[in-house]
């Protein structure tokens, strides 16, 4: 028993000095060895894209689009992306943390960190009833029914991102704070949607229902404008990075770009006008392969007459769910008409951070997919569309993407 007592000494020893040498300079180029580790991640919920060269553009014959969609070969890198528009529930969750930390700021909820900043403690119960809470809520004549209703428009979500173009212009010799934006947005969902998008037509019991009822936890979320998704991305990434751990993951959850949203769409399939692949929009049996306005409006002949759950249909090639109808989907892209006569074949995006006060044209983000409402021309991979960026419909909602760090997933050498 001793000896192994010893032996066992011997091996912590020799390991020991083992790891101490590992750590000192040996006069070789070696690079830096205390480097963390990084596997990888694999967001839940999300589907990997991987590199590829594709053609983008009409998939099908539009004399006119074709002189504002000319045919160009692109390339992009690996990424995830959502295998489903977000959902009510989901967006809830962004919505109840907005909401958790105006009231755990309000009530002085906060612990300091190693370095003296302070931060909020998740770890108090939060009181709804607390009269220093009232503020949260309508007062005076805004009350209705004696209800207690948290006063959504005070649901404030504040975040930073980093203007990298502005940081690379050659002309830029500012401060770095000058790259540093800050955003504050208001994140509750617009219900009024419902009724405002139809002209004398009875779509209040959705007003009502859509957002909070769990009847809709499972559809895909709507009323959210372009600043709206934005900020889902930058909360998205900072619950991440709060629960991760130590492995390292710089890039955020964002709107994909146009182009990774039309190379998503297509499966792996180049020039397919829609994900399921085909000329056709049925199956074998004759059942429509998506969520749209059939005919002339026969919106429920295809099993749904607004939204459909949102992993409704069958998947694409990608296992991604409704590129395809349901409700179109923000991307992270400026709209301009002539964008692919002046774009780059490496990763093509164009990005516009448009002011308050800028022009209504400047204002412009590309939607793609079409939607339950959108004749069939909308849910060809290759067809583009906009919508302003500070605009709620009741048909476009938003999926996020990911990119992947590394030349692909499969990668093992």
Known sequence: MRNISILALAIVIVASLFSACSTKETGQLIGVVDRPNYTGINPYGMEYVPSATFHIGQTDQDIFNSYMQRPLAVSTIGFFMDDTEITNNEYRQFVNYVRDSIAHTTLD???????????????????????????????????????????????????????????????????????????????????????????????????????????FDDYPVVGVNWKMAKAFGAWRTNLWNTFRGEEPNTEEFRLPTEYEWEYAARGGHDLVPYPWGAYGLRNAKGCLLANFKPGRGNYPEDGGHYTVKADAYFPNDFGLYNMSGNVAEWTESAFFENAQSFIHDENPNIKYDAKPDDPAVYKRKVIRGGSWKDVAYYLQTGTRNWEYQDTTKSYIGFRCALTFLGRSINDTN
């Open 109 to 215: 909820h906060f612990v300091e960190d190693e370095q003296g900043n302070q931060k909020i403690d998740w770890e108090y119960e939060i009181d709804y009833a607390d009269e220093g809470l009232d503020g949260m809520y309508f007062q005076g004549d805004d009350v209705f029914g004696n209800a207690k209703e948290v006063d959504t428009r005070k649901l404030i979500y504040k975040y930073e991102w980093k203007d990298w173009d502005k940081a690379a212009s050659p002309n830029f010799k500012g401060k770095r704070t000058e790259i540093i934006n800050r955003e504050e947005v208001s994140i509750y969902p617009d219900t009024l949607v419902w009724i405002r998008d139809f002209a004398y037509s009875y779509n209040e019991p959705f007003t009502r229902n859509y957002f909070w009822h769990p009847a």
